[in-house]
């Protein structure tokens, strides 16, 4: 995925180079750091606050989940011995089966976890990428990169860091 997008950074680099040398078109090239811009919003820390309340809620579920099995597997371990074979298989077989449903809660919770993250995130991206977009076409930049996604190979001197200006649109520090 990151080697794919280095090469489609790679191409738009490329596209840009060649569009500036045959229209000789000036144009005006910005970077930004998305991740902090977010990180620096107000709504991020409410977000980042409903998603820690919603983590400690399947963790606490999660404990209970291992503290019945483990239970269950002790009870089973002191009784073992006296346990019909049967009743042994029985007992493991509910035993492989709560294992079982940990790890699928545990897989789920993590998946579930991870989609409503970006549900958190996306409205606060959405309004981060608007404002970036309004200080684009009021400063007439062509491009505006992403100093964050890890994609741009070299900075130049003449891109312009259009960080100040965002902040001041979306009226933060």
Same mark, same amino acid.
């Given at each position: 995925?990151?080697?794919s !997008? ?5 191409a738009?680099?490329? &596209?840009? @180079?060649?569009s500036?040398?045959? /229209?000789?078109k000036n144009?005006k090239i910005?970077h930004?750091?998305l991740?902090? &811009?977010?990180?620096?919003m107000?709504?991020?820390? @409410? +977000?980042r606050?409903?998603?820690e309340?919603?983590?400690?809620? &399947? /963790? ?7 503290v019945?099995? =483990?239970?269950?597997l =002790?009870?089973?371990?002191t009784?073992?011995? +006296?346990?019909s074979k049967? &009743?042994?298989? @029985?007992?493991?077989?509910? !035993?492989q089966?709560?294992e ?6 545990? @897989?789920n ?11 958190l ?14 200080v ?5 930049f062509?491009?505006?990169f992403?100093?964050?996604a =890890?994609?741009?190979?070299? =900075? ?5 860091d259009?960080?100040p200006?965002v902040?001041?649109?979306?009226? !933060?520090?």
């Amino acid at each position: 995925m990151k080697s794919s !997008l280095k090469i489609i950074s790679l191409a738009v680099l490329f &596209i840009i @180079s060649l569009s500036a040398n045959s /229209q000789q078109k000036n144009l005006k090239i910005g970077h930004i750091d998305l991740k902090k &811009i977010i990180s620096s919003m107000p709504q991020y820390d @409410s +977000s980042r606050k409903v998603l820690e309340k919603e983590t400690k809620s &399947i /963790q606490d579920q999660l404990e209970l989940m291992q503290v019945e099995y =483990n239970n269950k597997l =002790n009870e089973y371990a002191t009784k073992r011995d +006296s346990l019909s074979k049967f &009743i042994r298989q @029985s007992k493991e077989e509910e !035993l492989q089966l709560l294992e079982e449903r940990i790890r699928n809660f545990s @897989s789920n919770a993590q998946q579930n976890l991870a989609d409503y993250e970006e549900q958190l995130l996306q409205p606060i991206i959405d309004k981060a990428k608007a404002a970036i977009s309004a200080v684009a076409k009021e400063n007439n930049f062509t491009y505006i990169f992403d100093l964050s996604a =890890n994609i741009i190979l070299y =900075n130049s001197p003449e891109s312009e860091d259009i960080t100040p200006m965002v902040k001041k649109k979306l009226g !933060l520090p």
